[in-house]
């Protein structure tokens, strides 16, 4: 039983260690360009460290979180037609993050931003 407990503790902090160092890495901010409305400044780490979101919530194709971060375009493209595999840039920002959280959180009775120019910074 002893032997189980100290396994158990030495895989979590092997996790926690490598999420640390993952985290490390992010930037503060990250910039999102080429959006009609204009660009959207996300706060990476308020999202990540403040708000808790798990990594894989909007970088879902990793697989641990030492895995390196693929940009969301490396996939999902600004022209891909609408209903297209993966779907576009545009439409994957706006269902993760928008309906996806941003609605559901102020459903909810918490601040989150709905509307455009409250993400969109205009150009």
Known sequence: MRKGTIALVVVVAFIFAVTAAFAAKAP?????K?????????SHKKHAETMKIACKE????MKSP??????????HKADAKPGAK?????????????????????QAGKKAPTMCN???KGK
């Open 34 to 42: 080429g959006a009609t409305k204009g660009p959207v400044e996300l």
């Open 66 to 75: 030492s895995e390196p971060v693929k940009k969301c375009d490396a996939c």
């Open 86 to 106: 993966p779907m576009s840039l545009k439409d994957a920002f706006h269902t993760n993050c928008w309906k996806g959280c941003h609605v559901k959180e102020k």
């Open 118 to 120: 409250e993400c969109h």
């Open 58 to 61: 909007c970088h879902h194709t």
């Open 28 to 32: 503060d901010v990250v910039t999102l």
